[in-house]
Structure formats: C-alpha cells, structure tokens
C-alpha cells in the first residue's frame, strides 16, 4: 500500500546546551539527577515581579550551531512569548524565538553513501527556554502527576528543517549527524537517554503522480506531528508505522487528521495526543523584558575562528592522510574523545616505526585504547609486540581453527552482521598463541576462515 505513496518529512531537533546556568536566571542548568524542585528560583518559576535576563553563552553556542550547518546568522534577533497552558510552564507561556531566530537558512550534505548525498535545507536555529518534567507515578494506590521545575529555563537550542527528508533511513542519518557536531562543537552532550537531545518529526505522505514544489513551500494539506521522541530507533519505529497508518487511511479516499501524536515503545505504534496547533495558537508577542539582541559581525567573524574540525572534515581527512578503511574511520569519528587518541597515537607510532595500521587495528579490533588510558602506552605495548619472535602463518592459522571450533555461537553471530565479535575472536586466538601472533596477520587469517 505504501508504494503508492512517498513521505514528506520535516524535523524539529531540540537540544539542551551544556551551560552552567539557566537561558533567563542564575540557577543552575543541570537538573538531570538533581532532587526535585531545588534549581529553581522566582524568575524560572515565573513569579510576579521576576525580571529575566539572557544567557551569553547560550547565544553563543546557538550562533556556533548556525555555523556550523551553513546558516545565515541575523544582525538583530528577539526574543518573543510562546502562550499556552500546561501544568510543566508555570508562567503560562515560554520565552523563545519567532518572527527574528539567531541563525536561518542553512543546510547539510547528507552522504548517504560514497556516491550519493542529498541537501538537507534548515530553515532556522533558534534559542529558547526548556519546559519543566511530569512525572507520572503511583503513590498509595493513585496514579499521579508530579512536577520537576529544574528543567524549567534550561536553554534550549531548536533546529527546524524543510520537508527533505523522504525516508526513515534518511531522518535517522541525519540526526546521528547532528548529534556527532553538537558533541564536537562542544555545546552539548546531547544524550537522549538524559532527555538533552529530543525529537520530533512532521509527516505527511502524497501520491507517487502528485508534484509537490518543497523548494516553493507547496506540500501536501496537512502534516501529523510526531512529539517529545528520546532514541533514534524509537523514531525510525514511529515513522515506519506512521506512514503505513495514513497510507491506509489516505487509500479509503479519507483526510488525515492534522495532529500531534505521541509513540507508545511497548506496542510501537503512535497514537492521538491532540489536535496540532497553528502559529496563531499560541499568540506571540515580542517579550517586553529582554532588549533586541544586536549581532555583530565581528562577533560572527570571533565564533567562525573558534569552530572545531567537523564529523565530516575529520572522515575526509582521516580517509585522505591515514588511508583508513570508511568502516574505520567511522568507528573512529563516532567518538570524539577515540579520534583524538588515535591521532596522538600516530605522532608517536612515527616516531618508533610503527605502522599506522597497527595502531588502528589495536584499537578497532582488540580496543587496547581502552586498556592503554594514554596513547603512549598503546605506543610501547605495539613496541615491544614488535620486538617480539612470532609464531608461524601455520600455527596461526592452527590456532584460529580451534578457535572457531570452540566458539561456533560466536562465529554465526559475527556472521549475522554483528561485526564487534571479531575482537573476542582475535583475543582467543592470542591467548591460544599467548600473544606470539602478529596482529595483522591474525586478523587477516580469521577473516578468511570466517569468510568461508
């Protein structure tokens, strides 16, 4: 049924910034773990009075987020009230960013692969302060709902794209992406499981024989909103039903109903929280107590200098000076903190004679960085491996054939894709050769056994 129709779909990217204190007051921003309600204070509580004032940094970081995705970064932004009511805004509205966000239209190469890559438009970046958390409990038989304001005034750093994207595979690429460059711009440590990266997508489906002009803003006539998502996967599940869900609906000759819909992980399906509100709704003003923020450009000029090598730069470039593998580049640039281990490692491979793809199979296929805390002593281990007699191509070999024997669960399960049993594999080899087998060529020999 689905073939008939093809997705159209939007994302909203909210991420937490990793600030000392709160976008509007002096409490502090890390609420995760916190006792309840102690970070708070009367201008995060909305209390009469109160008079808030904005966070440097938080602009800053939003700023060097636009950056770093190609934005256009407005000399003059505002902050503007966001008004409706739920029990987790004790002000009864949300200061955020409407008419005049810090960065607008940008864009990101999705590499889809070494061939194909796809222009993700972002239509803007914009700050705004978080909610505060239901918690949802049964205390002496009765289900309540408690409140946490700690989260409440966190900034919050919301990435709205165009309409690009046109499968679950694309949406879940480019959020991983996006998380990767916020963790390497060092802004965020966008963790989904503490909540400081969420999502949300908008989705809509149109007939195959249907011309949409995105690039002209003509989409289909309405769009179902997919909230408050915390873990890739969960999203991707969630997308995949979705579209089935008004595949079948728009087949019976029906309209989708424009609403927001939340994602039950228990029986992976979505379901109807309310009738999706429109700009109107929600009734902005510019807020009164926050001056218009004036963005200079030599301030753009100060946070371009002060931009890290990106996710993408750095694949390039490991591919291009090291001559790595995609697969182990990837493994490497996935973790910021491991690709700069590595490449302090090669300084002083060089220095010893060592080659490059010892140190990178040390650490890809026996995760000795994680045995060695500090490159160099990786570097004096791989050293003396190199001083030492090794074994024969024959024993070798010998070795890994019983190896496989003994371990054939873990032979089918690296055969079924899960390619992280290959370092127990080579470790139970070397402990058979008690480490007289020369890396590579262990490696090399129990690919092929496993190969065939």
């Known amino acids: 049924m689905l073939k008939k129709y093809r997705p159209v779909i939007g994302l909203e990217v909210h991420v937490e910034l990793g600030t000392r204190t709160k976008m509007f007051c002096s409490c502090s921003a890390n609420h995760f773990l916190a006792e309840p309600n102690t970070n708070v204070c009367p201008i995060c509580m909305g209390l009469p009075g109160a008079m808030p004032y904005a966070n440097k940094k938080g602009i800053m970081a939003t700023i060097k987020a636009g950056l770093a995705f190609g934005c256009e970064i407005n000399s003059f932004s505002k902050f503007d009230r966001k008004h409706y009511y739920y029990p987790d805004l004790p002000k009864g509205y949300q200061i955020s960013q409407y008419e005049l966000p810090i960065c607008k239209n940008g864009y990101f190469d999705l590499k889809?692969?070494?061939?194909?890559?796809?222009?993700?438009?972002?239509?803007?970046?914009?700050?705004?302060?978080?909610?505060?958390?239901?918690?949802?409990?049964?205390?002496?038989?009765?289900?309540?709902?408690?409140?946490?304001?700690?989260?409440?005034?966190?900034?919050?750093?919301?990435?709205?794209?165009?309409?690009?994207?046109?499968?679950?595979?694309e949406v879940d690429l480019f959020l991983r992406e996006v998380q990767l460059a916020v963790r390497y711009l060092d802004i965020s440590g966008a963790?989904?499981?503490?909540?400081?990266?969420?999502?949300?997508?908008?989705?809509?489906?149109?007939?195959?024989?249907?011309?949409?002009?995105?690039?002209?803003?003509?989409?289909?006539?309405?769009?179902?909103?997919?909230?408050?998502?915390?873990?890739?996967?969960?999203?991707?599940?969630?997308?995949?039903?979705?579209?089935?869900?008004?595949?079948?609906?728009?087949s019976r000759n029906e309209k989708v109903v424009q609403e927001t819909r939340g994602f039950d992980e228990v029986k992976?399906?979505?379901?109807?929280?309310?009738?999706?509100?429109?700009?109107?709704?929600?009734?902005?003003?510019?807020?009164?107590?926050?001056?218009?923020?004036?963005?200079?450009?030599?301030?753009?000029?100060?946070?371009q200098k002060s931009l890290p090598e990106l996710p993408s730069q750095r694949r390039e470039r490991l591919m291009k000076d090291y001559f790595l593998s995609s697969n182990y580049t990837e493994l490497l640039v996935s973790d910021l903190k491991r690709a700069e281990y590595f490449e302090r490692a090669v300084i002083l491979a060089k220095e010893k004679d060592i080659e490059i793809n010892?140190?990178?199979?040390?650490?890809?296929?026996?995760?000795?960085?994680?045995?060695?805390?500090e490159p160099a002593g990786l570097i004096k281990y791989l050293l003396e491996i190199k001083n030492k007699a090794f074994v024969s191509a024959d024993e070798v070999v010998a070795s890994i054939d019983v190896v496989i024997h003994e371990n054939q669960q873990a032979v089918l399960d690296y055969q079924s894709g899960k390619e992280q049993i290959l370092g127990f594999l080579i470790g139970q080899v070397q402990r058979k050769l008690k480490g007289k087998g020369e890396a590579s060529l262990v490696s090399e020999k129990i690919k092929e056994k496993l190969k065939s």
Do not use: W
């Not at 199979?361 to 045995?371: C, P, R, S, T, V």
């Open 112 to 169: 889809e692969s070494d061939s194909k890559s796809k222009k993700i438009r972002i239509r803007r970046i914009h700050l705004e302060e978080d909610t505060g958390k239901l918690v949802h409990r049964t205390l002496e038989g009765r289900k309540v709902s408690l409140i946490d304001y700690n989260r409440s005034g966190v900034p919050l750093l919301e990435m709205v794209t165009e309409p690009d994207f046109e499968s679950a595979n």
């Open 191 to 250: 963790n989904m499981e503490q909540g400081s990266m969420r999502l949300e997508a908008n989705v809509s489906l149109c007939k195959e024989e249907d011309v949409f002009d995105l690039k002209k803003g003509i989409y289909p006539d309405y769009k179902v909103e997919l909230k408050n998502i915390n873990s890739f996967r969960f999203l991707k599940k969630a997308l995949e039903f979705e579209f089935e869900r008004q595949a079948e609906i728009l």
């Open 268 to 303: 992976a399906v979505t379901f109807s929280q309310r009738v999706k509100e429109e700009a109107q709704d929600y009734r902005y003003f510019p807020e009164p107590d926050i001056p218009l923020l004036t963005i200079t450009v030599d301030i753009v000029e100060q946070v």
């Open 358 to 373: 010892k140190v990178v199979g040390a650490m890809i296929n026996q995760n000795l960085d994680i045995k060695f805390s």
